[in-house]
């Protein structure tokens, strides 16, 4: 499987600002993913990141709030825009498998505090 | 979407039992299923998976069961260890068309007692 990496791994924010989250795959991968995941709860899909295309959201989420750039195929990025106590989350992204393009791979998550 | 609540369901089991985590997915159409294991702090890590041509498939220390009758899928995990302390997902697909997405399930906290 690939391995995924994150930065930050961890931030708190103050409310009104933005945080931009990166995903870095060790492989050359179609389909990246984003996902929210609020405390103690399950994982929610913000959008889908496809390299050479805007990505594609989930209803719920805009991308005035969430702009996602796909720069290359191992590489991804999703900022948190004028952030509220309420986009305190874990932050995940995932990629999907090359071989099988069904299976996804999850890196290890943003958490993120926002004040 | 998903509906989530606020409470997860829990399972604490004794270490060297075998444990059965349950899920019900909600998509008639769903043809492919993942089980996850997210321990605390960490991101979800891939446990098994299982196509809808399938009933059953095992893994080391794990089977997976589908119902897709009722719409079932579950988890054993035989010998359970204090490592396999974690919060486990289920999560489903329609591979038709050109929806990738995975939808999760709310997910049930797995204690293992020394």
């Known amino acids: 499987s690939a391995v995924i990496s994150q930065k930050p791994s961890r931030d708190i924010c103050q409310r009104g600002t933005s945080l931009t989250i990166q995903c870095q795959v060790d492989?050359?991968?179609?389909?990246m993913f984003w996902y929210r995941q609020q405390p103690g709860q399950s994982l929610t899909l913000i959008a889908t990141?496809?390299?050479?295309?805007?990505?594609?959201?989930e209803s719920g989420f805009v991308i005035d709030k969430f702009p996602i750039s796909r720069p290359n195929l191992t590489f991804s990025t999703l900022t948190v825009s004028n952030m509220s106590p309420e986009d305190s989350s874990i932050y995940l992204c995932?990629?999907?498998?090359?071989?099988?393009?069904?299976?996804?791979?999850f890196g290890p998550g943003t958490r993120l505090l926002v004040l | 979407g998903e509906s989530v609540g606020l409470h997860l369901p829990t399972l604490s089991v004794q270490e060297g039992d075998n444990s059965i985590i349950n899920c019900a997915y909600s998509?008639?159409?769903?043809?492919?299923f993942i089980w996850y294991k997210q321990e605390s702090g960490k991101g979800p890590q891939f446990i098994i998976d299982?196509?809808?041509?399938?009933d059953k498939r095992q893994g080391q220390r794990v089977t997976v069961l589908l119902n897709k009758t009722v719409k079932h899928l579950s988890l054993q995990i035989a010998a359970t260890q204090p490592g396999d302390s974690a919060v486990y997902f289920c999560?489903?697909?329609?591979?038709?068309?050109?929806?990738?997405?995975?939808?999760f399930g709310k997910g049930t906290l797995l204690t293992v007692n020394p």
């Open positions: 995932s990629v999907e498998d090359f071989d099988s393009q069904e299976t996804q791979y």
């Open positions: 998509n008639s159409a769903s043809d492919y």
């Open positions: 492989s050359q991968v179609t389909m």
């Open positions: 999560a489903e697909r329609n591979s038709g068309g050109s929806n990738y997405k995975l939808t």
């Open positions: 299982i196509r809808s041509n399938m």
């Open positions: 990141a496809n390299q050479g295309s805007e990505a594609t959201y």
